[in-house]
Nanobody, 116 residues
Framework: QVQLVESGGGLVQPGGSLRLSCAAS????????MNWYRQAPGKQRELVASITSGSSTNYADSVKGRFTISRDNAKNTVYLQMNSLKPEDTAVYYC??????????WGQGTQVTVSS
């Protein structure tokens, strides 16, 4: 059974930091590209950060220099370190695993709220 379980969300003040984790099971994690998406109320889901099976990374312009995606294949876990958080980073953050066009898995999401 495939599972992606996000954790680490919460309420943080502007300028603060959070680290999201996504624990994967039920598939060959090391072979998959892993992504973090987010969806704010009333907005479309957007891609925030990606990491390939070879650990190449890519970021949305809005988070470059502030967010860092990483993976630990030994722990089947992908992380998103979020620094210098802004109110506009408030959203539900989703973990996604992709292999080719056939395999596409999603977590249930974790809420991140940036507010004073």
């Amino acid at each position: 059974q495939v599972q992606l379980v996000e954790s680490g969300g919460g309420l943080v003040q502007p300028g603060g930091s959070l680290r999201l984790s996504c624990a994967a099971s039920g598939f060959t994690f090391s072979s998959y590209a892993m992504n973090w998406y987010r969806q704010a109320p009333g907005k479309q889901r957007e891609l925030v950060a990606s990491i390939t099976s070879g650990s190449s990374t890519n970021y949305a312009d809005s988070v470059k220099g502030r967010f860092t995606i990483s993976r630990d294949n030994a722990k089947n876990t992908v992380y998103l370190q979020m620094n210098s958080l802004k109110p506009e980073d408030t959203a539900v953050y989703y973990c996604n695993g992709v292999l080719g066009i056939r395999y596409d898995y999603w977590g249930q999401g974790t809420q991140v709220t940036v507010s004073s």
